[in-house]
């Protein structure tokens, strides 16, 4: 995995990059103001959906079969190897991330900051002890981390709490080993395929704070964070990382850890950046 390009990737989030890409595919007919694109409800996989062919089928004067085939084959080499595309029944488009995909957006999650939006909208103030839950997460999840750090499982470049930079940088492993010598993803526990998935899903749901021109509707920044937290409560509770687990599968260790860094990248970013809330470091 080119980790020297993460950063470099204009797209922000995994829907915005396919949003660019269906633009791509239909260039030549003009381009459309909304494309149809959607996650399906299967937490063990990342799959999006897209009904565009039938949305154009009146315009292309075309069967939908006909034109989300020659979609498919103008999206696959524009996202290769991040998804796998192929046509389902109704000429309905599926994207797949696969494995390298998914360690592609996991890196970027964990390693890159995200931007801040100047016209972003704060959420309405929430309670405290409503609040306090997202905010242990994060403070468990930088706790985990720093504990990783002086285990030297991992190594983070500037550990003091007093000094943390907003998104804590790997001096090492880096890349996170993400994927096996088989070319998979280590990560295949239950509980870490539904981290995974919420992770993404509450980055998709930031889309529209990317993206003013798509905002239509407010976003439920609690709502998001607290999904995440429990998320990763679960995780917490059944995926271990110290014991055997540290001796005898290391990368399996440190994946496990760059799903916390991750975590705790977007519980910061959405605590701090839209809840007006303090993360803390430690409780």
């Known amino acids: 995995m080119d980790t020297a390009n993460i950063s470099q990737c204009p797209e922000v989030t995994v829907k915005c990059f396919l949003l660019s890409k269906f ?16 996650r399906s409800k299967d937490s063990a996989r990342v799959v999006y959906v897209s009904a565009i062919a039938l949305k154009l089928a009146k315009t292309w004067q075309q069967t939908p079969q006909t034109i989300a085939a020659k979609l498919a084959e103008t999206l696959e080499p524009l996202c290769c190897p991040d998804f796998a595309v192929k046509v389902a029944g109704a000429g309905i488009i599926e994207l797949e991330l696969t494995d390298a995909g998914l360690a592609f957006w996991l890196q970027r999650l964990a390693q890159t900051n995200l931007p801040v939006s100047e016209s972003r909208i704060l959420s309405p103030v929430v309670s405290a002890d409503r609040l306090f839950p997202i905010q242990y997460s994060h403070a468990r999840c930088c706790s985990l981390l720093r504990m990783a750090h002086r285990d030297r499982i991992i190594a983070i470049a500037q550990p003091d709490v007093a000094t943390a930079p907003q998104i804590w940088s790997l001096a090492s492993p880096n890349p996170i080993p993400w994927i096996d010598e088989g070319d998979r993803l280590r990560l295949v526990h239950p509980a870490e395929r539904r981290l995974i998935s919420q992770l993404l899903t509450v980055l998709d749901n930031l889309y529209p704070t990317f993206d003013v021109k798509n905002r239509e509707q407010p976003v439920n920044y609690f709502k998001l964070a607290n999904s995440l937290s429990e998320a990763f409560q679960i995780f917490y509770s059944q995926c271990r990382i110290w014991g055997e687990v540290k001796i005898d599968h290391p990368k399996l260790a440190q994946a496990r850890l760059g799903l916390i860094l991750a975590t705790q990248s977007l519980l910061r970013f959405i605590l701090e950046e839209f809840l007006n809330a303090i993360a803390p470091l430690e409780l």
Do not use: D, M, V
């Open 23 to 38: 633009q791509s595919a239909i260039a030549q007919q003009g381009k459309l103001k909304e494309i149809p694109l959607n």
